[in-house]
């Protein structure tokens, strides 16, 4: 799927926000792919704002991180 700019920068935030709570626990990226029951290569994916996470496995890695749903959105896109 092609996105826009400003969908491809919320992707982008998300992925940051991702990857700095991950860093904040020190874990690499295989030790948050394993305690959120996900792909070490779409955590990987997320993080560099490739993927777009489906629902269910945005609520994994916030469970796996300790963290609130809400804290990895980063805003709407109009």
């Known amino acids: 799927m092609a996105y826009?700019?400003?969908e491809r920068e919320v992707?982008?935030?998300f992925g940051r926000r991702v990857r700095?709570?991950?860093?904040?626990?020190g874990w690499t990226?295989?030790?948050l792919a394993d305690?959120?029951?996900l792909d070490r290569t779409y955590?990987?994916?997320i993080e560099r704002g490739e993927r777009n996470p489906a629902l269910l496995n945005l609520n994994k890695l916030a469970l796996?991180?300790?963290e609130k749903f809400s804290g990895f959105l980063p805003y709407r896109v109009r």
């Open 4 to 6: 826009t700019a400003k």
């Open 64 to 66: 796996a991180l300790g």
């Open 29 to 31: 990226q295989e030790e």
């Open 43 to 45: 955590v990987g994916g």
């Open 35 to 37: 305690e959120a029951g």
């Open 20 to 25: 700095a709570a991950r860093d904040a626990h």
């Open 11 to 13: 992707l982008r935030e």
